[in-house]
Antibody, heavy 122, light 106 residues
């Protein structure tokens, strides 16, 4: 059974930093791309960042580029999101998601973690 | 970036109803369109991928259609557990984007 468990959320002041982790189990972690997705209060889902299975390729939404950094440690089956220069608008529940590839069907998130809350406030 | 626009943003319906949610892409995304269901306090769950393929375990009352820029999610015979928020997502671009969500209420 696939399991994704996020940790590292909390309250941080504007301009501060936080590192989120996502511990994966139940599948061959290095074979799958992974993503971070967030949902701010009263808003819809926002894809934040993605990373290839090897970690060689990374992708970012314009809203977070230059402030958030995605990485992974395949030896530890763990995905990370380093969050710097945090703003009030980064307040959200952050989810990690397993990015499955269905060939002609393209990519889709077939497994999600339970989420971790990040609150940016003074 | 590819913009995804869902309509309506909220929808009231009753058990047994048939409802349709639409999702429009700002450019042609072929059929690289996924739908997710999210209940309060829970993580999203994949319902449909590639515009019309039902994820394993999802009831057949859910169906998806469309290609190019216009897509639909239809629920035929609403059940109490279907009242949730639905999100569309494009994966045509490496910069994935979601619609703003549709809240389905009783």
């Amino acid at each position: 059974e696939v399991q994704l468990l996020e940790s590292g959320g909390g309250l941080v002041q504007p301009g501060g930093s936080l590192r989120l982790s996502c511990a994966a189990s139940g599948f061959t972690f290095s074979s799958y791309a992974m993503s971070w997705v967030r949902r701010a209060p009263g808003k819809g889902l926002e894809w934040v960042s993605g990373i290839s299975g090897s970690g060689a390729s990374t992708y970012y939404a314009d809203s977070v580029k230059g402030r958030l950094t995605i990485s992974r440690d395949n030896s530890k089956n763990t995905l990370y999101l380093q969050m710097n220069s945090l703003r009030a608008e980064d307040t959200a529940v952050y989810y990690c998601a397993k990015d499955d590839y269905g060939g002609n069907a393209g990519y889709y998130f077939d497994s999600w973690g339970q989420g971790t809350l990040v609150t940016v406030s003074s | 970036d590819i913009q995804m626009t869902q309509s309506p943003s909220s929808l009231s319906a009753s058990v047994g109803d048939r409802v349709t949610i639409t999702c429009r892409a700002s450019q042609n995304i072929k059929t690289y369109l996924n739908w997710y269901q999210q209940k309060p306090g829970k993580a999203p769950a994949l319902l449909i991928y590639a515009a019309s393929t039902l994820q394993s375990g999802v009831p057949s009352r859910f169906s998806g259609g469309g290609s190019g820029t216009d897509f639909t999610l239809t629920v035929t015979g609403l059940q109490p557990e279907d009242f949730a928020t639905y999100h569309c997502q494009q994966t045509y671009s490496t910069l994935y984007t979601f619609g703003q969500g549709t809240k389905l209420e009783i």
